[in-house]
């Protein structure tokens, strides 16, 4: 073990630039293996951004592209299309979005921001730019208002002023409206600030103007001055028109509608309490919650709808958010799962000055958009096709993998399909514009993602879009306490019990286990067919240390005993083959000890199609002490093993026998060579906290937090182990407890340096089990052949090796205990082992074995069960060839450094220090289109690749600085270039490293403009036109125009040209459609610049010919002259 020591020195020497090799070995095996990759492979960006819009502020509709856009409270722009087409930009400033308005049908869109900015979107490029921006200076905006077809914006100010911007050359005029000169000069008391703007419909000459003390204006834009003024005593909230021009209705701060007649000023025409109780004696009725936004829309046929949000009665004490829908004498109260942002009624025509047809409303929500059919009886909601629920309950890690087996997806897809909820609207979905792009991206990828209620939900993630396709609920194996009084005290969070901690995933095979915070593991099988499981298997272990108590192991002959498994219930859980039970312990001192966190159901469980729970692992309590969080998993399904690991050792379960195969401390792996010193330490007993992976707005463990559980690290188990093992491992007679790592303790900088030096005794006392992985490789140097192992990795940077001796397969496998035998140290590294692989000898990656999946409820059909089950085979002997050569290579990552290590000879081939000063949060050895890597996620931002196996870096971009630890725990790298993590606790982001995926994006984008003719304008009817009873229309022009208003002082608001000119518009367009775009582009410079040579030769030869003329006249003039004369 010295030898190692002395490496471990020297790693702490070598530069963090390039990575040191084996001068002679790695020299001669580069030679051997060429590499394929080259850092021109490989292009950092954002591709696509996943779900709910995070904190939502704002929202608009373009009725004839029918586009949907979302702004939020950080500055992003959120567009929507129909489903599958969906684009995100971001304003530079992150100030909140306050309003959203489209020009209609132009393919642009105006933002205004809390920091009383403007900026002008064209959305005629597929990712969208801003092309112009305004800056008020001496002005906060409250409202703006572009009335349909007018290229003329009226921005409402806090100081109850309203200025006009031209927004296709986005500069102020100077026609302003002053509050002073809109309210009756008599009051001497400020209006406030603007909360309404609008035109009316029949006359665009003149505009309501609404202020929040409850004064309302019709302003004559001509004239410029007001023609009526309205006054109420409550504050306004809102403003709607009728669409015939002659009424509007006010919203009120006491819950009230009030309804003017424009030409009768004094009082409304109505006054309406739509949730007020009316009293008997004709007072007033009670006050209520302020109605925040009122819409009027009528019909041809039948009576207007009025829909307004809040308003509800202050006495409704806990009611929900709730939308109005009043329809002639009907009103519908419709109630919302979270508070109300905003809602549109999306009408048939964009014009204001015809009936409007209402069809929908959309409703935006603080974390769920919700689509009314409101020509259905009952006023069903559209199912939403976005995939906006990825929220549905807190995401707590996710799991990505792309170019998986083609019959997948379908068979999740048929899977979920039967879970979908019924009962909603038969209409297509309403928010339908845009196009999808033509990605020739074909191969499927799927993300799954677990959440704090336990729940894991499948996504069809192929061609940057992301659909559900099935979902499972993991809480269901469990005894569900009604109310808080019936929480089980042995539960070691206080909240979200069931919360998915880790998952690990067999595509082939489709076998999925699932790790949890209350230190369970649940093992699923993929089945297309019902069941109902009678007696749910359960298997609970001691994986922890008790003090001078080590028992010796227990069972003899052959078998494989399994660990204590107590009952916890009534009805007894305790599977075959069980040798002994012990009974859970509770003595009267209150010391809990052999009981599980949770308690496993004990009535049977229906088992729908899709994922049905094979067997629940436990760990239990001991003496008084919680189990620790589990901070490693793995399956193997060509083995029928899942192990697992936390801060106090590793179990390996058999879960087709259903039997513990191994359960020890970390420090009896090493057996008699623990190369650490470690001290003794006295427990701490303390409850641990709650899952702090359940409140996804703190986020709390990043990927190596897992690892490392951050609660106190308690040792005390019972030896459980197959007396095969004993002659192979040497225990130690003492097992010190190990020190407690307070959560104050953990380090959330990211700054400091996590060397594991073999002095650091306080990092040692809590090693912890961080990786592992199934391969058939060489355990020892002397190996002659491959055996099925184990490799595990440790918080330590060391690499211990067991090795397994699998029973043949068959009906053999079924009865032969599996033989599980530690082979002591293998590799030492810096810092926590993050991921492991295996290379064989011409560098390719070697898969795990695995076993095709099968139908596990299948009639018992034994030949055709044995041919499916027979595992396939890993090919990887060396050629006869190569024999001095080495035959696989180990590829390890930790968070400092990745070495690739020589096998059977355990030589380091190559190494390379990643980082000296941050450490790796997520690593992952993947496959590219020519070839593989080692892609590394820093806690300091950056990406990295490193080739294999020569670890050259290949990529190395300050992509994201880590901020939350969110986007550590959810970071995940996949296949082909392919990685994505949660952005916020609503979103995914997806981001590419790989230069093809790049040049193919633009491509793949799907387009929100599409051409589209306006609908025609109402007809004006023949009298209305005789008598002049139609729209009026103003020619806005000349009275807002530089020549009728003249120009606004520059010191009001600063103009700043934006990116999204044609010049945002070259650098934006790749692939072929933006090669044709740059080609034309480039033919219209070309051609102006022609036709600007062409004139300029044209001046030149005018000023030549009068040049000569001058001469000529001249030269007669001055002929006969003599020189004197001059």
């Excluded at 979005?97 to 490029?125: C, K, M, P, T, Y």
């Excluded at 009936?355 to 929500?365: G, H, M, S, W």
């Excluded at 407690?740 to 953990?746: A, G, K």
């Excluded at 044609?1062 to 219209?1084: C, N, Q």
């Amino acid at each position: 073990m010295k030898k190692f020591n002395i490496r471990k020195v020297l790693d702490g020497l070598t530069a963090v630039s390039s990575p040191s090799t084996s001068p002679q070995l790695g020299a001669k095996e580069n030679e051997l293996i060429p590499e394929t990759l080259q850092s021109e492979h490989f292009q950092l960006c954002k591709t696509v951004r996943h779900g709910f819009p995070y904190q939502p502020s704002s929202m608009a509709f373009d009725p004839v592209q029918k586009i949907l856009a979302i702004g939020t409270q950080s500055g992003a722009l959120r567009l929507f299309g129909r489903p599958g087409v969906e684009c995100y930009c971001q304003h530079e400033s992150g100030a909140a979005v306050i309003q959203l308005q489209f020009l209609i049908n132009e393919g642009a869109l105006v933002s205004a921001l809390a920091d009383d900015s403007i900026h002008l979107w064209n959305l005629r490029q597929k990712r969208p730019a801003v092309l112009h921006s305004l800056k008020f200076n001496k002005e906060r905006i409250t409202f703006c208002h572009l009335p349909f077809q007018s290229k003329w914006l009226y921005i409402g100010s806090e100081r109850g002023n309203i200025h006009i911007v031209n927004v296709e050359s986005f500069t102020l005029s100077g026609y302003t409206i002053m509050w002073n000169k809109a309210i009756e000069l008599s009051s001497k008391a400020h209006p406030g600030p603007v909360v309404h703007i609008s035109d009316n419909p029949m006359d665009e000459g003149k505009l309501i103007i609404g202020f929040e003390s409850g004064i309302v204006v019709l302003w004559d834009l001509k004239s410029k001055r007001a023609d009526y003024r309205y006054t109420y005593d409550e504050a306004i909230h809102s403003v709607a028109w009728h669409h015939e021009g002659k009424q509007f209705i006010c919203s009120h701060s006491d819950g009230t509608l009030t309804i003017w007649n424009i030409k009768s000023p004094a009082k409304p025409a109505q006054t309406i309490t739509p949730h007020g109780k009316q009293p008997k004696d004709g007072k007033k009725p009670e006050p209520c919650k302020p109605i925040l936004k009122v819409e009027y829309k009528t019909t041809r046929a039948g009576d207007p709808f009025m829909i307004f949000s809040g308003g509800l009665s202050y006495d409704t004490v806990g009611r929900r958010p709730c939308l109005t829908v009043m329809h002639g004498k009907s009103t519908a109260v419709l109630e919302m799962d979270y508070p109300i942002v905003d809602f549109l009624t999306l009408c048939e025509t964009p014009y204001p000055n015809d009936f409007q047809e209402p069809y929908a409303v959309v409703v935006l929500l603080e974390k769920d958009l919700v689509v009314i059919d409101l020509a259905q009886n009952g006023y069903p909601i559209f199912e939403n096709p976005y995939p906006m629920m990825i929220h549905e309950s807190p995401v707590t890690c996710c799991e990505y993998l792309a170019d998986c087996p083609v019959d997948l997806i379908p068979a999740l897809y048929s899977v979920g399909s039967r879970q979908k909820r019924q009962g909603y609207s038969k209409k297509e979905w309403p928010i339908s514009g845009g196009n999808w792009g033509l990605g020739t991206q074909s191969y499927p990828e799927i993300i799954i993602t677990g959440h704090a209620d336990g729940s894991l939900k499948f996504w069809d993630a192929s061609a940057i879009m992301l659909q559900v396709l099935y979902k499972l609920k993991t809480a269901k194996v469990f005894e569900k306490a009604r109310c808080k009084e019936e929480k089980p005290s042995t539960e070691i969070v206080d909240e979200d019990p069931f919360a998915i901690q880790l998952m690990s995933w067999c595509p082939e095979s489709r076998m999925l286990c699932v790790a949890g915070v209350s230190a369970h593991v649940i093992i699923y099988r993929f089945s297309k067919q019902e069941i109902t499981t009678e007696v749910v298997q359960l298997l609970e272990v001691r994986l922890q240390y008790e003090l001078n108590d080590l028992e010796s192991p227990e069972g003899g002959g052959d078998q494989t005993p399994a660990p204590p498994t107590p009952s916890t219930s009534p009805s007894p859980q305790t599977t075959v083959p069980q040798t002994h039970t012990s009974t859970s312990s509770n003595s009267s001192d209150g010391i809990r000890d052999n009981i599980p966190c949770l308690k496993v159901r004990s009535s049977p469980l229906k088992q729908s199609p899709g994922y049905q729970v094979e067997l629940v692992v436990q760990l239990v309590w001991v003496s008084g002490e919680p189990p620790q969080q589990i901070s490693s998993l793995a399956i193997n399904s060509s083995y029928g093993l899942v192990v697992f690991g936390n801060s106090n050792g590793l179990a390996v379960v058999d879960y087709l026998q259903k039997t513990v195969l191994l359960n020890l401390g970390t420090m009896e792996l090493y057996g008699s060579n623990d190369p650490y010193q470690r001290q003794l330490r006295s427990p701490r007993k303390s409850r641990q906290p709650s899952g702090g992976l359940c409140d996804i707005n703190e986020g709390s463990a990043t990927s190596e937090d897992r690892c490392k559980s951050p609660t106190s690290a308690k040792m005390s188990r019972k030896l459980s182990l197959p007396t095969e093992l004993k002659p192979d491992l040497v225990l130690l007679s003492v097992c010190p407890p190990r020190g407690s790592i307070p959560l104050d303790n953990r380090d959330n900088s990211f700054s400091r340096s996590r060397s594991s030096s073999v002095t650091s005794i306080d990092k040692e006392a809590r090693e912890a089990i961080t990786s592992f992985y199934f391969c058939e490789t060489y355990n020892r140097k002397t190996d002659g052949g491959l055996t099925p192992s184990l490799w595990v990795g440790t918080s330590l940077g060391t690499v211990l090796a067991i090795s397994l001796n699998m029973p043949p397969a068959g009906e053999q496998r079924l009865l032969q205990p599996v033989i599980v035998s530690p082979c002591g140290t293998l590799v030492r590294s810096k810092g926590s082992i993050l991921r492991m692989a295996f290379l064989d000898s011409t560098g390719s990656l070697l898969p795990s074995a695995f076993e095709p999946w099968y139908e596990p409820n299948a009639p018992a059909n034994g030949e055709e069960r044995d041919k499916v089950r027979k595992r396939r085979p890993v090919s990887v002997s060396p050629s006869t060839s190569q024999e001095l050569s080495e035959n696989q290579y180990a590829v390890l990552c930790s968070e400092k450094q990745a070495k690739v290590i020589s096998l059977p000879s355990q030589t380091c081939a190559f190494k390379h220090n990643i980082t000296e000063t941050s450490f790796v949060l997520r690593a992952d050895v993947v496959q590219m289109n020519t070839g593989i890597c080692v892609a590394c996620f820093c806690a300091n931002g950056h990406i990295m690749t490193l080739s294999l196996p020569g670890l050259r870096p290949l990529l190395d971009v300050n992509y994201l600085p880590l901020t939350d630890m969110r986007i550590a725990r959810t970071f995940c790298f996949t296949n082909l270039g392919q990685a994505l993590y949660l952005t916020s606790p609503t979103e995914i982001q997806r981001i590419t490293y790989s230069q093809e995926v790049c040049e193919n994006l633009q491509e793949m984008l799907g387009e929100l403009f599409t051409p589209v003719e306006t609908p025609e304008a109402p007809n004006r009817g023949f009298f209305k036109g005789l008598f002049g009873g139609g729209a009026q229309s103003l020619d806005r022009e000349e009275l807002f125009g530089e020549s009728g208003a003249g120009k606004a002082p520059r010191s009001l608001a600063q103009h700043i040209p934006g990116p999204g000119g044609i010049e945002g518009m070259k650098g934006a367009a790749s692939g072929i459609v933006g090669d044709l775009a740059r080609a034309r582009i480039a033919l219209d410079e070309r051609g102006q610049k022609l036709s600007d040579v062409e004139e300029r030769t044209a001046a030149m030869m005018a000023s030549a010919d009068s040049f000569s003329k001058h001469a000529h006249e001249m030269m007669l003039k001055c002929k006969d002259k003599k020189w004197y004369q001059f």
